[in-house]
C-alpha cells in the first residue's frame, strides 16, 4: 500500500465516521466537495458536536483557528488525518 493510498483509506474511515455521525439521508452526501454548510445544512452547534465526535474517535483535538478554513467533507478528512499523522509521530 502506498503513503497516498493510506491517505485515501484513512480519509475514508473519517467519511465513514462522518456518515455514522449524520445518519439518515445527508450521510448519502459524503462527497469530498460537499460543504458542510451549505449542502449538508449542519449549523454551527452541529459542526461542534461532529468535531466532538471525531476528536473521540480518533484521539485528536481540532484547533479552532484552524476550523474556519474547513468547509467541505474533503476539507474536513483531510485536515482529521494531518491531526491524526501528527498523532502518531508524537
Given amino acids: 500500500?502506498?503513503?497516498?493510498?493510506?491517505?485515501?483509506?484513512?480519509?475514508?474511515?473519517?467519511?465513514?465516521?462522518?456518515s455514522r455521525f449524520l445518519k439518515g439521508p445527508k450521510a448519502n452526501l459524503l462527497?469530498?466537495?460537499v460543504n458542510l454548510k451549505d449542502d449538508l445544512c449542519l449549523d454551527?452547534?452541529?459542526i461542534v458536536e461532529l468535531i466532538v465526535h471525531l476528536e473521540k474517535k480518533?484521539?485528536?483535538e481540532f484547533d479552532?483557528?484552524?476550523m474556519p478554513s474547513v468547509e467541505t467533507v474533503g476539507d474536513l478528512a483531510r485536515y482529521t488525518q494531518s491531526l491524526v499523522t501528527e498523532n502518531v509521530k508524537i
Avoid: A, W, Y
Avoid at 500500500?1 to 462522518?18: A, F, G, P
Fill in 58 to 60: 480518533f484521539g485528536v
Fill in 31 to 33: 462527497f469530498p466537495h
Fill in 44 to 46: 454551527s452547534l452541529d
Fill in 64 to 66: 479552532g483557528d484552524t
Fill in 1 to 18: 500500500m502506498t503513503k497516498n493510498s493510506q491517505l485515501v483509506s484513512s480519509c475514508d474511515e473519517i467519511r465513514t465516521e462522518v
